[in-house]
């Protein structure tokens, strides 16, 4: 027994040893991060990432509540993966085909860079997620399909199989509204296939709740389309 505290002593610094190694190094490391400028040649400019706020904040809170997280992440990985493709790269006099090595999730066009510890200051708990049941959303509101055209998200949220055919993502039915059209189809109603079996009865339309629109808001505010000096877009 006369080495019980010695035992005690070296049972509080396995808890405390591993503690201080991730929770202070890295506060002392990355705590300080700030705001940093677009490009690296220091003559100012915007400052980047930028906080959420107005409809986008409260869509974050409509995209933790439905547990987004569980299903998708927030982190596109760096260009320094590796995966070797064969791609065009544009030259003063024309074009030509080159093996440049990206990262699957770049090679995805999920982003043009990976995500760094900067991207994500602003955040009290940031979105990163742990499964990819679906595509990455770190620059979701960049992408063709989605940044032009609200549309296509809100048909996505009411029903993903009406525009991804045997997706596992499950409808949302619940941030939208069945209501009957008075005059003239409301502004906002969702343009549902002509063949989706879902579509509301002949003289009423689907439109979105505050909900579905702050969380339309928020993903389309979900964008990577800044380099910062430590994160450049792959070439």
């Given at each position: 027994m006369k080495n019980l505290p010695l035992l005690y002593c070296g049972i509080i610094f396995m808890l405390v040893a591993p503690w201080c190694g991730l929770i202070l190094?890295?506060?002392v490391q990355l705590g300080g991060l700030e705001p940093g400028l677009s490009s690296a040649d220091d003559t100012g400019g915007p400052l980047y990432p930028k906080p959420d706020g107005g409809l986008a904040g409260q869509g974050?809170?409509?995209?933790t509540t439905l547990g987004c997280a569980e299903c998708h992440t927030q982190q596109v990985?760096?260009?320094?993966a590796t995966l070797m493709l064969s791609q065009k790269v544009k030259l003063k006099d024309g074009e030509e085909m080159r093996d440049?090595?990206?990262s699957p999730d770049i090679a995805r066009l999920w982003g043009k860079r990976g995500t760094v510890p900067r991207d994500y200051i602003f955040q009290d708990r940031p979105l990163l997620g742990f499964v990819r049941n679906g595509p990455d959303l770190a620059d979701v509101g960049s992408r063709p399909i989605s940044a032009a055209d609200s549309d296509w998200l809100y048909v996505h949220l009411y029903d993903a199989q009406a525009v991804r055919p045997g997706t596992v993502m499950p409808p949302?039915?619940?941030?939208?509204?069945?209501?009957k059209i008075n005059g003239q189809p409301a502004r906002d109603a969702l343009k549902l296939p002509d063949s989706e079996p879902i579509r509301p009865p002949a003289g009423y339309e689907v439109?979105?709740?505050?909900?579905a629109k702050a969380l339309v808001a928020?993903?389309?505010s979900l964008k990577l389309d800044y380099e910062l000096q430590e994160a450049k877009f792959a070439q």
């Open positions: 190094a890295s506060n974050r809170e409509v995209y990985r760096p260009a320094s440049v090595i990206l949302f039915r619940y941030l939208f509204t069945v209501q439109v979105p709740t505050a909900r928020y993903l389309r």
